[in-house]
Nanobody, 128 residues
Framework: QVHLVESGGGSVQAGGSLRLSCAAS????????MAWFRQAPGKEREGVAA????????AYADSVKGRFAISQDNAKITTYLQMNSLNPSDTAVYYC?????????????????????WGQGTQVTVSS
């Protein structure tokens, strides 16, 4: 099992930026893909961005394209989510997730079913 720890959440005004970090530990064979999800109160968990650890290929939800950027450090241990031009609809708990290639090929890169390791979540609040 992969252990994930998120950091970097907080409160920001609309138009501002935040950078989330996710530090991973555990077997690398369960970390073919890393992703960020978010869940607002009363809503389903939504896939925001994903990255293929080996190749660095990225995928984004339409709602964040052009505003959010997922990246990883050279050691492929820490995954980042740079969030720019934030608006109140981005308010949610953000989760980091890790998944294997087998699950992602079945469910897709931004589907929560693809990921079996999750962080504890970090709150992001955007005020207008």
């Amino acid at each position: 099992q992969v252990h994930l720890v998120e950091s970097g959440g907080g409160s920001v005004q609309a138009g501002g930026s935040l950078r989330l970090s996710c530090a991973a530990s555990g077997p690398s064979e369960y970390r073919d893909y890393m992703a960020w999800f978010r869940q607002a109160p009363g809503k389903e968990r939504e896939g925001v961005a994903a990255i293929t650890v080996l190749s660095g290929t990225k995928a984004y939800a339409d709602s964040v394209k052009g505003r959010f950027a997922i990246s990883q450090d050279n050691a492929k241990i820490t995954t980042y989510l740079q969030m720019n031009s934030l608006n109140p609809s981005d308010t949610a708990v953000y989760y980091c997730a890790a998944g294997s290639v087998y699950s992602v090929l079945t469910w897709g890169r931004l589907d929560a079913n693809s990921y079996n390791s999750w962080g504890q979540g970090t709150q992001v609040t955007v005020s207008s």
